[in-house]
């Protein structure tokens, strides 16, 4: 079976401030890993994914994330954060199946 | 627009009533997908099509859900005799390949009164 888990579940954070977004992920086979954005009011769109190959991911927008294989993580980190970043995080997981499980969601809370 | 389209955005029903919603994935995507997202939690995978198959369910899917892709186009998602507990976001999204990045659309938000 898979899980994601987000560890945390809200993030205040101040304009310009960098920030991380924990996600782990438990898995028995190979694994896809994504991050999702929900702005309010808004449909999931995809932030970045990683499929195989260099472990550090971008999005247009710098964010980044990592593919750790040992520590069985995909955090999410951006180093200077805008008011218009606020939004969820969902981290999500894939198999070669397709399906996705999703983590729990992290709020991001950018204050002026 | 060539996006995941979802009809209706909104529905608010009374329990014991069927509903039914429609999802237009991205014409050239083969694999389609149904989750339901309640507050606060994140999406939870319900089934999907590859074409017009359907090739997995959750168990979360009851006897009292169906869903369908017929000629591997548009998909329809039923609920009958709903329950209060069916109330959610009910999402729809396409992908290319099962490995690849999957598109979701707006949603329909159920409430069983």
């Known amino acids: 079976a898979q899980s994601v888990t987000q560890l945390d579940s809200q993030v205040p954070v101040f304009e310009e401030a960098p920030v991380e977004l924990r996600c782990n992920y438990s898995?028995?086979?190979?694994?896809?890993l994504f991050w999702y954005v929900q702005y309010p009011n808004q449909g999931l769109q995809l932030l970045l994914k990683?499929?195989?190959?260099?472990?550090l991911v971008e999005s247009i927008n710098g964010f980044e994330a990592e593919f750790n294989k040992s520590q069985t993580s995909f955090h999410l980190r951006k180093p200077s954060v805008h008011i218009s970043d606020t939004a969820e995080y969902f981290c999500a997981l894939g198999t070669s199946y397709g399906k996705l499980t999703f983590g729990q969601g992290t709020i991001l809370t950018v204050h002026p | 627009d060539t996006g995941v389209s979802q009809d209706p955005r909104h529905k608010i029903t009374k329990r014991g009533q069927n509903v039914t919603f429609r999802c237009d994935p991205i014409s050239e995507h083969n694999r389609l997908y149904w989750y339901r997202q309640t507050l606060g939690q994140g999406p939870e995978f319900l089934t999907y099509f590859q074409n017009e198959a359907q090739l997995e369910k959750s168990r979360l899917l009851s006897d009292r859900f169906s869903a369908e892709r017929p000629k591997g186009s548009f998909s329809t998602l039923e609920i009958q005799r709903t329950e209060q507990g069916d109330s959610a976001m009910y999402l729809c999204?396409?992908?290319?390949?099962?490995?690849?990045?999957?598109?979701f659309g707006p949603g329909t938000r159920l409430t069983v009164l």
């Open positions: 990683y499929l195989s190959g260099s472990t």
């Open positions: 999204a396409s992908s290319r390949r099962e490995r690849n990045e999957q598109f």
């Open positions: 898995s028995s086979v190979s694994v896809y």
